[in-house]
């Protein structure tokens, strides 16, 4: 005798990066096991590995989590847990006075991602009077390899290095998909620091999935606004 099947619903999202609408449905009681043992881990790679498989089961593949960036997959996990176990959540939040962490309740349905207009194409900087480069948002692999057991300068590096997606010259335009690492990485060295730094603001300010939360804290009293922002924070 077969058993019946518990019907799931099904909602719909915008994809920040790309304004692409999703078809998604909550994640199931066998998929939030999987998303608990990865916080318990503490490992962010364990982490990223679990929502991405969750990601990708919940919205039937039609999201390719190996070329998505970071807050897209933020704001994906945070839609898809708002849906799944409801929007008010618990996290942990520390005061800016006394440095101790409070327990604040949230509403994941308030969660924004600003993303610049147009962002899917790209945003062109200008290094010389004719050389230029053409910039996009890395995907999550990369933003996470760029930032293991690595000093902050070379994080900054390789994360610039990840982002340039053409290179021109005049009337030339060279595609960095097809040099190697070492060769896009010298590229980035040979820029001057005013050069380095009109490319390193891209990188700086990329979007990221963020909540405003105010709280008194329990410990000191203080009155916190604080903007949350980062996957971890919403893990859990």
């Not at 991602?113 to 890395?138: C, F, H, M, Q, W």
């Not at 203080?222 to 893990?235: E, M, P, R, S, W």
Request: glycine residues 4%; hydrophobic residues 35%.
């Amino acid at each position: 005798m077969a058993l019946p099947k518990v019907n799931t619903p099904t909602y719909e999202l915008t994809l920040p990066s790309t304004g692409q609408r999703v078809a998604y449905r909550p994640y199931l009681v066998k998929e939030e096991k999987i998303i608990m043992l990865a916080a318990e881990s503490n490992d962010e790679k364990q982490m990223v590995r679990a929502v991405k498989d969750v990601i990708a089961s919940c919205t039937s593949g039609d999201v390719d989590t190996n070329k998505i960036t970071m807050f897209d997959l933020e704001y994906l996990f945070t839609q898809l847990r708002a849906k799944s176990v409801g929007e008010s959540s618990d996290i942990k939040v520390k005061c800016r006075e006394c440095e101790k962490s409070n327990d604040v309740t949230v509403n994941l349905a308030d969660i924004t991602v600003d993303v610049p207009e147009a962002s899917n194409k790209g945003t062109v900087k200008k290094i010389t009077e004719d050389i230029s480069v053409l910039l996009r948002y890395p995907i999550v692999d990369t933003v996470l390899e760029s930032s293991q057991g690595k000093s902050e300068v070379d994080t900054a590096f390789d994360l610039i290095a990840s982002c340039i997606d053409t290179i021109y010259q005049g009337d030339e335009a060279f595609d960095v998909s097809e040099a190697s690492k070492a060769e896009v990485i010298e590229f980035v060295e040979s820029l001057s620091t005013q050069q380095f730094q009109d490319i390193y603001e891209f990188v700086d300010t990329m979007p990221s999935a963020c909540l405003d939360v105010q709280f008194k804290c329990a410990h000191c009293g203080h009155d916190n606004d604080i903007t949350v922002k980062g996957l971890a924070n919403f893990f859990s």
